[in-house]
């Protein structure tokens, strides 16, 4: 699971504990970036003075964006030699920014499934043909930080590019509540490892 904007890997790594999935390994990757307000939060990329979390196609050719997706894709294309586990048995998440990153990265490889909590799509996707990787997206409507456009937006991205979305907005803010985690483990229950 990828963390969000302003947050490190310890911030979302406390969620395992909560989630009833005792076969799964976790494994919280930390952005590459440190966060200009805080010491210990780190980012993926910045973000622009005018950015307002809706698809832009410039966001494509942002330095630290390509960097961190470099990093990324080389990271999970080792996973498989380090846990065994290849990434049609692999489900990546993300929380916010790390939403964002995981349909960045998780639309390019061949994951079981993705999850997007409070995320967004930050540049519209190239892609050749459909992912076969169910994707879920939790939004709260009361979002004071990614509003739900954003999420809706990226939603309707997904559905035209032919990908298969379990789609919910929940009366919440930019947040993870218990009962995201419940969706969580029903809709991981319920991927097809192919």
Same mark, same amino acid.
């Given at each position: 699971?990828? /963390?969000? &904007?302003? !947050?490190?890997?310890?911030?979302? !790594?406390?969620?395992?504990? $909560? +989630?009833?999935?005792?076969? $799964? ?11 200009? $307000? ?12 005018? $950015? ?17 997706? %470099? %990093?990324?894709?080389? &990271? ?7 846990? =065994? ?5 692999? #489900?990546? *998440? ?10 960045? #990265? ?5 994951? *079981? ?26 939004? =709260?409507?009361?979002?004071?930080? +990614? ?6 937006? !990226?939603?309707?991205?997904?559905? !035209?590019?032919?990908?298969? #979305? ?7 803010? /930019? ?6 985690? %419940?969706? #969580? ?10």
């Amino acid at each position: 699971m990828l /963390h969000g &904007w302003g !947050a490190n890997a310890q911030d979302v !790594a406390a969620l395992a504990s $909560y +989630v009833n999935l005792p076969e $799964y390994q976790f494994i919280f990757p930390e952005a590459p970036f440190p966060h200009p $307000y805080s010491t210990t939060g780190k980012k993926w990329y910045g973000f622009p003075d005018d $950015y307002d979390f809706r698809s832009r196609d410039d966001f494509q050719t942002k330095v630290d964006l390509l960097q961190s997706r %470099q %990093q990324l894709i080389d &990271w999970l294309g080792s996973l498989e030699g380090e846990t =065994g586990i290849p990434l049609s048995h692999t #489900v990546l *998440a993300g929380f916010s920014q790390g939403g964002a990153m995981t349909l960045d #990265v998780g639309l390019r490889l061949p994951f *079981a499934a993705l999850m997007v909590l409070s995320g967004y799509l930050h540049a519209p996707l190239q892609l050749e043909t459909p992912p076969k990787s169910p994707v879920l997206m939790v939004h =709260g409507t009361l979002d004071n930080v +990614v509003p739900i456009t954003a999420a809706r937006q !990226a939603r309707d991205f997904l559905i !035209a590019a032919g990908v298969n #979305v379990d789609y919910q907005e929940l009366v919440m803010g /930019h947040e993870i509540q218990p009962i995201i985690l %419940q969706i #969580v483990q029903s809709f991981i229950g319920k991927v097809p490892l192919f």
